[in-house]
């Protein structure tokens, strides 16, 4: 909806999430994730955010606004309900709204869906690397 739009360009310009390089969103998350399923909580992610923007120079309003919309983002991916997401789908879809082009962003989450570093995805990488980015899209 047109409210859904004028909210995300809120949350890009408040945030200045659009001059954040994706590489660093994907490293900070990673980052904050588990290591044994590279999965992360909503705790460890708004973590993750506040270090990639300058959320202490927000204002009351606008911190309320900026944790409002990246825990809805967050509760895209989080279909179970369990607090705890795929690290690589969400910081994936999360760089579709950073820095750079459609391109480069794609072969940086192509990246990290390829494990095994055979520039190549198995139908089921293919699957989570189509849903990090339809789920952003929608959310």
Do not use: W
């Amino acid at each position: 909806t047109g409210s859904d739009i004028s909210n995300v360009e809120n949350l890009l310009i408040i945030t200045d999430f659009v001059n954040i390089d994706p590489e660093m969103v994907h490293s900070t998350l990673i980052g904050k994730s588990r290591e044994e399923d590279l999965t992360i909580t909503e705790s460890s992610f708004f973590e993750g955010v506040q270090e990639l923007i300058d959320f202490h120079s927000l204002s009351e309003n606008e911190k309320v606004f900026v944790i409002t919309c990246f825990g809805n983002i967050f509760d895209m991916y989080d279909r179970k309900g369990t607090r705890r997401v795929s690290t690589q789908k969400l910081s994936s879809g999360l760089s579709f709204l950073a820095a750079g082009n459609k391109s480069g962003k794609l072969a940086l989450a192509f990246g990290l869906f390829d494990r095994d570093e055979r520039e190549e995805l198995s139908r089921e990488q293919m699957e989570h690397f189509l849903s990090s980015f339809l789920t952003a899209i929608f959310a």
